[in-house]
């Protein structure tokens, strides 16, 4: 699950992580009253007013902004406020701001001797290891630095079940060219933001950029957090944070009815039980000369209410051209799926795009025969490569 900015702060400052202080605002009045608070707690009278998406690159996209007075941070507010911005990472339809974050100025005025770094923390899954990954090129898009410049980029792994270790913690410190109280900053910087990391369950946390203030302080200006959804059960204050408005509406619907459901952009809509055969189906659409326009998982029960949920979500997809359903029948009979089947295309009514349905297992002879005296456009299968045929047909 992603996190806004202000969330991910939250997070890693009940570990000792210091961070930018911040209020987060939904109007304009909410971002001028944030400011003046600020200005109590921490005595800032520069403000920086920061769009909270789930999305980076939102300082080149205009979501980022500085302001030097109570009137510039209303301004920039509500200039941001209600904004589409569109960056690489929200595809060319952006996203809408709906809050922004109004932080302190951690950049001292007159201060030169500041710098930025890049420190994340995520899951090596090859080496079955934690890993803190830091540059000393910080505040820039971090897939450029390791593209020109990879001898800037360090690794640290981490044994999760030790857990970080102080010399490791000094090792970060000691390639960051850092010395003195800033070096001691940095690894108790370091090893907060590791045991964030593994104390929130996060499959990422991203600081970038980590700044060392001008009298030594290191600071987290920015945050990306993403928690591993297998986790939330055992955080229930984290799951409260979710924001939907951020999530694609079909998935959100989806994840509601019980349903593991992925948009992508290709034409053939899929409805498989099984997350193996999900990623099998996917690579025959696209070996018989189609692209998946989805990854949807209706699992072991796939009964009448769920396929025809399933349906209806993949027909909001107006790029859907033909639809893929394979069922396994194992937990569940093939022709109880050919039921629910038949009976959703009923409910829903005429459907327009070609539907190619291969059944297999228990009771997968009697599931074809159904659906082919069911009088329904719905074209049956057993074999993949007979589906595989079909999909093929369907685009002739």
Same mark, same amino acid.
């Given at each position: 699950?992603?996190?806004?900015?202000?969330?991910?702060?939250?997070?890693?400052?009940?570990? $000792?992580?210091?961070?930018? @202080?911040?209020?987060? /605002?939904?109007? &304009?009045?909410?971002?001028? +009253?944030?400011?003046? !608070?600020?200005?109590?707690?921490?005595?800032?009278?520069?403000?920086?007013?920061?769009?909270?998406?789930?999305?980076?690159?939102?300082?080149?996209?205009?979501?980022?902004?500085?302001?030097?007075?109570?009137?510039?941070?209303?301004?920039?507010?509500?200039?941001?406020?209600?904004?589409?911005?569109?960056?690489?990472?929200?595809?060319?339809? $952006?996203?809408?701001?709906? @809050?922004?974050?109004? /932080?302190?100025? &951690?950049?001292?005025?007159? +201060?030169?001797?500041? !710098?930025?770094?890049?420190?994340?923390?995520?899951?090596?899954?090859?080496?079955?290891?934690?890993?803190?990954?830091?540059?000393?090129?910080?505040?820039?898009?971090?897939?450029?630095?390791?593209?020109?410049?990879?001898?800037?980029?360090?690794?640290?792994?981490?044994?999760?079940?030790?857990?970080?270790?102080?010399?490791?913690?000094?090792?970060?410190?000691?390639?960051?060219?850092?010395?003195?109280?800033?070096?001691?900053?940095?690894?108790?910087?370091v090893t907060s933001l590791y045991n964030a990391f593994t104390g929130n369950d996060c499959s990422l946390l991203e600081i970038n950029p980590v700044l060392k203030a001008s009298d030594g302080k290191i600071i987290a200006v920015d945050t990306k957090c993403v928690v591993d959804n297998n986790?939330?059960?055992?955080?229930?204050?984290?799951?409260?944070?979710?924001?939907?408005?951020?999530?694609?509406?079909?998935?959100?619907?989806?994840?509601?009815?019980?349903?593991?459901?992925?948009?992508?952009?290709?034409?053939?809509?899929?409805?498989?039980?099984?997350?193996?055969?999900?990623?099998?189906?996917?690579?025959?659409?696209?070996?018989?000369?189609?692209?998946?326009?989805?990854?949807?998982?209706?699992?072991?029960?796939?009964?009448?209410?769920?396929?025809?949920?399933?349906?209806?979500?993949?027909?909001?997809?107006?790029?859907?051209?033909?639809?893929?359903?394979?069922?396994?029948?194992?937990?569940?009979?093939?022709?109880?799926?050919?039921?629910?089947i038949i009976d959703a295309y009923k409910n829903i009514g005429e459907i327009s795009v070609p539907i190619i349905v291969r059944l297999q297992g228990t009771n997968a002879e009697e599931a074809k025969q159904m659906i082919d005296e069911s009088g329904l456009k719905v074209k049956s299968a057993?074999?993949?490569?007979?589906?595989?045929?079909?999909?093929?047909?369907?685009?002739?």
């Amino acid at each position: 699950m992603n996190l806004h900015e202000y969330q991910g702060k939250e997070l890693i400052s009940r570990f $000792g992580v210091r961070i930018q @202080q911040g209020i987060v /605002a939904k109007t &304009v009045d909410e971002a001028v +009253a944030a400011a003046k !608070k600020l200005h109590e707690d921490t005595g800032t009278s520069i403000w920086v007013v920061k769009a909270q998406i789930h999305a980076g690159g939102r300082g080149k996209a205009g979501g980022v902004k500085v302001a030097k007075s109570l009137e510039e941070v209303a301004e920039k507010a509500g200039a941001i406020l209600g904004a589409t911005l569109v960056t690489p990472q929200t595809g060319a339809q $952006g996203k809408l701001v709906n @809050q922004v974050l109004i /932080a302190q100025d &951690v950049y001292y005025p007159g +201060a030169e001797d500041t !710098k930025e770094f890049y420190v994340s923390v995520l899951l090596d899954r090859e080496k079955s290891r934690n890993v803190i990954v830091y540059s000393t090129e910080g505040g820039m898009d971090i897939e450029e630095v390791a593209d020109k410049t990879p001898h800037l980029i360090h690794k640290e792994w981490i044994d999760p079940a030790v857990g970080i270790m102080p010399f490791q913690a000094r090792k970060v410190a000691f390639n960051l060219g850092l010395s003195g109280e800033s070096f001691k900053e940095m690894t108790r910087f370091v090893t907060s933001l590791y045991n964030a990391f593994t104390g929130n369950d996060c499959s990422l946390l991203e600081i970038n950029p980590v700044l060392k203030a001008s009298d030594g302080k290191i600071i987290a200006v920015d945050t990306k957090c993403v928690v591993d959804n297998n986790a939330l059960g055992r955080h229930a204050d984290i799951a409260a944070m979710r924001d939907l408005t951020e999530e694609d509406p079909t998935e959100v619907e989806a994840g509601e009815a019980g349903l593991n459901f992925v948009k992508l952009d290709g034409n053939v809509g899929c409805m498989v039980n099984g997350a193996g055969l999900a990623m099998a189906t996917m690579d025959i659409i696209k070996l018989s000369g189609g692209n998946p326009a989805n990854f949807l998982d209706v699992g072991g029960t796939a009964d009448a209410q769920r396929v025809e949920t399933a349906f209806k979500i993949i027909l909001k997809d107006p790029e859907v051209k033909a639809i893929l359903v394979n069922i396994f029948g194992g937990i569940v009979r093939c022709d109880r799926v050919a039921q629910g089947i038949i009976d959703a295309y009923k409910n829903i009514g005429e459907i327009s795009v070609p539907i190619i349905v291969r059944l297999q297992g228990t009771n997968a002879e009697e599931a074809k025969q159904m659906i082919d005296e069911s009088g329904l456009k719905v074209k049956s299968a057993i074999l993949l490569k007979e589906a595989a045929a079909l999909v093929q047909e369907a685009f002739a």
